[in-house]
């Protein structure tokens, strides 16, 4: 049975850090693509960084270029986003997804997501 997992949500002041978990279980994380999407109040769901499942590549929403990054430890089977230089408008709950490719149609299992707040 395929489950994700997200942890390392919470309050943050702008300009902060933090590091979010995605632990996966019930398949190989190498053999698919593993992305994190994020949903703001109000707003559609967007996708923010993904790592290919063809050649390992890494993908960034503009927005965020520079300040997140996007890892993988295969030995844990667990993707990691680390976000610096937070802003408010990063305000949302972030989801981890896996699938086919690194589009929200070919994301077929999604973790039920972590609330990140941004705010003084």
């Known amino acids: 049975q395929v489950q994700l997992v997200e942890s390392g949500g919470g309050l943050v002041q702008p300009g902060g850090s933090l590091r979010l978990s995605c632990a996966a279980s019930?398949?190989?994380?190498?053999?698919?693509?593993i992305g994190w999407f994020r949903q703001a109040p109000g707003k559609e769901r967007e996708g923010v960084s993904c790592i290919s499942s063809s050649d390992g590549s890494t993908y960034y929403v503009d927005s965020v270029k520079g300040r997140f990054t996007i890892s993988r430890d295969n030995a844990k089977n667990t993707v990691y986003l680390q976000m610096n230089s937070l802003k408010p408008e990063d305000t949302a709950v972030y989801y981890c997804?896996?699938?086919?490719?690194?589009?929200?149609?070919?994301?077929?299992?999604w973790g039920k997501g972590t609330l990140v707040t941004v705010s003084s």
């Open positions: 997804a896996t699938g086919g490719s690194c589009t929200y149609d070919g994301m077929d299992y």
């Open positions: 019930g398949f190989t994380l190498d053999y698919y693509a």
